[in-house]
Every structure is written in C-alpha cells, then in structure tokens.
Nanobody, 119 residues
Framework: QVQLVESGGGLVQAGGSLRLSCAAS????????MGWYRQAPGKQRDLVAT???????NYADSVKGRFTISRDNAKNLVYLQMNSLKPEDTAVYYC?????????????WGQGTQVTVSS
C-alpha cells in the first residue's frame, strides 16, 4: 500500500550537485513531515533535513547553506537539492515520512539511494 520511492542518487565530483526526490504513494490521509537521513559506512543514520506540512524546515549543521529541502504543493513529494557536495557527504540517503494512514501515525522509510562524492 504505502511506499516511498527515491531517485536521484549517483556519483558526482566534489563541488557538484545532485537532486534527490522521494514520492510517497498509497492510501495516505496526511503527511505530517518528510525528510532525509543519511548513513555512511560504519556510522549511525543521521538527520540531514526535514520539512513539516507547515513548511518548517530543519537542517543538520553540516549541510546548512548547501542543501535545500522542499516539497511540492501536493505534499506527497519531497526533494533534497544538494549543492557544493563534499566527499564527506558520501552516504546512503534515506527518505523518511511521518504519515497519517487511516487516521493513524506511521513512520516510513525509503529503500535508500547511494550518493558518492569523489575527490
């Protein structure tokens, strides 16, 4: 039923840009928040950025000024524009959604998409 589908990961040179997309589909009655987390090898999964249905955004200090999270008017898509990428941004990036389904709140995760920044 409910699925988060991510796209946009890949290999990019340092200083380059990538745009990640995540679509939430299924019997969703509401989306309270969506966001992105990342996990590098041997490290825990950390917050990158989140955006609420009220359009309040939150960013990890390490990405402020470089990454921008946004969503479309349907509030079922979330994007992460990543600029000035650094090798330390290399990680698996996971879409996260705080969803309302049949009036109940659930946390869903995407499958993850690899972002590799070279140099």
């Amino acid at each position: 039923q409910v699925q988060l589908v991510e796209s946009g990961g890949g290999l990019v040179q340092a200083g380059g840009s990538l745009r990640l997309s995540c679509a939430a589909s299924g019997s969703i009655s509401g989306i309270r928040a969506m966001g992105w987390y990342r996990q590098a090898p041997g490290k825990q999964r950390d917050l990158v950025a989140t955006v609420t249905t009220g359009s309040k955004t939150n960013y990890a200090d390490s990405v402020k000024g470089r990454f921008t999270i946004s969503r479309d008017n349907a509030k079922n898509l979330v994007y992460l524009q990543m600029n000035s990428l650094k090798p330390e941004d290399t990680a698996v990036y996971y879409c996260n959604a705080d969803l309302l389904i049949a009036g109940m709140e659930y946390i869903y995760w995407g499958q993850g998409t690899q972002v590799t920044v070279s140099s």
